[in-house]
């Protein structure tokens, strides 16, 4: 089941004049072609990211392409509860409601067992339960929107991954990939669980989860490493990966088309999902439970200690 305009471009992207988007992880890669292609076509961007001279590069970057983008940095780190909740508490006294919250930015595959501030493991930590209580933060801001929408990134790394109640943090055996693979999972469930919340709770938020396939972004290098089996894939392999403009287009679709559907999961049409233009991804078995999404939703408040 593909979308009816098989080859969606960024041209297609809607204007707006006074769209807030607040964007993750969006100094590079991905996350910046999103906030290059958003902010091209009159949103307002906040650029997040750890690195607030990196945030400004970025911002001067995009404002040679595009002198008259609205952008500001707003300096986060995912991997810390105390630093999502400061950046919440900042917006929320400003009080603007957000149209559009990307969650983007990822940690892949350290190639030893990390933790975050709060004790978790860094890629579950950083790409779930950082997303998890940043959207719960900011849902006041996002219910002040008439039709906002979270689009989540997961990644095709979730069609190996498998939410392991028994040890969600990996301490009794850590294998980087899987630990990856439940990561990008947890993204998509959380996606997909959130819809169901906004629908049952009348919140008024479109959820959708996205996918870049496989592109070429830092994420591989900075994750497991230069000189990883995919780090040296993706420096000595380039025709395997698109670039980063092309990987960014699900999510953009997902974000901004008014054919994107809440509860939907949108990826690359060829290859087996790893390149191409944005179409209909295939969810895997264990996202399709709500069960356990509801399961692992009321497991990651308590960890990330938020109410919705």
């Not at 911002?59 to 040679?64: G, S």
């Not at 892949?108 to 209580?133: S, V, W, Y």
């Not at 959708?208 to 396939?213: D, L």
Request: no cysteine; hydrophobic share 40%; glycine share 8%.
């Amino acid at each position: 089941m593909q979308n009816r305009n098989k080859n969606w471009t960024i041209s297609q992207i809607p204007k707006s004049n006074s769209g807030l988007a607040v964007i993750t992880g969006s100094t590079e890669g991905v996350g910046y072609e999103d906030a290059l292609a958003l902010s091209s076509s009159g949103w307002n961007v906040i650029m997040m990211g750890r690195n607030a001279q990196k945030g400004a590069e970025s911002i001067a970057k995009i404002h040679r392409i595009n002198p008259k983008a609205k952008l500001s940095f707003e300096k986060i780190d995912l991997a810390d509860l105390s630093s999502i909740k400061a950046f919440a508490s900042r917006m929320i006294s400003k009080g603007q409601a957000i149209d559009l919250l990307i969650n983007n930015a990822g940690v892949m595959t350290p190639p030893k067992r990390m933790e975050t501030a709060d004790g978790f493991e860094l890629q579950f930590g950083t790409n779930h339960i950082g997303h998890f209580a940043l959207t719960a933060q900011l849902l006041p801001l996002l219910r002040k929107s008439p039709g906002a929408r979270v689009v989540t990134a997961s990644s095709v790394a979730n069609r190996e991954g498998r939410i392991n109640f028994d040890d969600l943090q990996s301490s009794s055996a850590y294998i980087p990939m899987k630990a990856y693979g439940q990561s990008k999972l947890a993204n998509l469930m959380f996606a997909l669980e959130l819809q169901r919340q906004s629908e049952k709770h009348g919140w008024g938020i479109t959820s959708i989860a996205s996918h870049p396939g496989v592109s070429r972004t830092n994420l591989l290098i900075t994750g497991a490493g230069r000189w990883s089996v995919a780090g040296i894939s993706r420096t000595l392999l380039p025709f395997l990966f698109q670039p980063p403009a092309q990987g960014a287009l699900p999510t953009l679709y997902a974000a901004t088309s008014p054919e994107a559907k809440g509860g939907m999961y949108y990826g690359p049409n060829k290859m087996m999902e790893t390149r191409g233009f944005p179409a209909i991804a295939k969810i895997p078995a264990q996202a399709e439970d709500v069960n356990a999404s509801l399961k692992l939703w009321k497991l990651s408040e308590e960890l990330a200690n938020v109410e919705f």
